[in-house]
T-cell receptor, first 117, second 113 residues
Framework: GAVVSQHPSRVICKSGTSVKIECRSL??????MFWYRQFPKKSLMLMAT?????????EQGVEKDKFLINHASLTLSTLTVTSAHPEDSSFYIC?????????????FGPGTRLTVL | DQQVKQNSPSLSVQEGRISILNCDYT??????FLWYKKYPAEGPTFLIS?????DKNEDGRFTVFLNKSAKHLSLHIVPSQPGDSAVYFC????????????FGTGTSLTVIP
């Protein structure tokens, strides 16, 4: 089946630093990748949709200058949390949709736990 | 505004019995629905889906029922097994638009051996 990986699985950083999270589709090409954020005991909230080779589309309330998304290839999208603060601590999950097969399917990565001290 | 709701944050069921997880949605444009299972610190894994042209879809121990008039869907797991203990999210989307999934808040299922 389709596999999506995320790296790192968890990261702890100091306030003010930037953190990059990678999302890779391992055995398929993903034209579209989605970045979600999950707060404790809350639903997954979509942050942005990224299409390969174009700018990401951010959901309302998500700061595009703070959460930089790059989708440079059909197998890799990155989310960079710039100047991270403790309130950015969360579980970040990416998903990917393939170029073929069921257009309605999304395959999720294992998530990245970010803790900002 | 939460367009997909799971009103039961938790559910406990005895092993071997049926687990019923419920989900309600508000957007009548949604026509494709999915259930995901999620363990702590892991990403969601796909369980089963249903298109609005159907009212039932079955896959092994998992059956999803869709009531469009009530904007309600449910996931039945029978028989429930301890390994089914996880958080279950329902999600809704508008099919073939490539658009986002809207997730419910999840129901934590505990299957008691």
């Amino acid at each position: 089946g389709a596999v999506v990986s995320q790296h790192p699985s968890r990261v702890i950083c100091k306030s003010g630093t930037s953190v990059k999270i990678e999302c890779r589709s391992l055995d398929f090409q993903a034209t579209t990748m989605f970045w979600y954020r999950q707060f404790p005991k809350k639903s997954l909230m979509l942050m942005a949709t990224s299409n390969e080779g174009s700018k990401a589309t951010y959901e309302q309330g998500v700061e595009k200058d703070k959460f930089l998304i790059n989708h440079a290839s059909l197998t890799l999208s990155t989310l960079t949390v710039t100047s991270a603060h403790p309130e950015d601590s969360s579980f970040y999950i990416c998903s990917a949709r393939g170029t073929s097969g069921n257009y309605n399917e999304q395959f999720f990565g294992p998530g990245t736990r970010l803790t900002v001290l | 505004d939460q367009q997909v709701k799971q009103n039961s944050p938790s559910l406990s069921v005895q092993e071997g019995r049926i687990s019923i997880l419920n989900c309600d949605y508000t957007n009548s444009m949604f026509d494709y629905f999915l259930w995901y299972k999620k363990y702590p610190a892991e990403g969601p894994t796909f369980l089963i889906s249903i298109s609005s042209i159907k009212d039932k879809n079955e896959d092994g121990r998992f059956t999803v029922f869709l009531n469009k008039s009530a904007k309600h869907l449910s996931l039945h797991i029978v028989p429930s097994q301890p390994g089914d203990s996880a958080v279950y999210f329902c999600a809704a989307s508008i099919a073939n638009t490539g658009n986002q999934f809207y997730f419910g808040t999840g129901t934590s299922l505990t299957v008691i051996p």
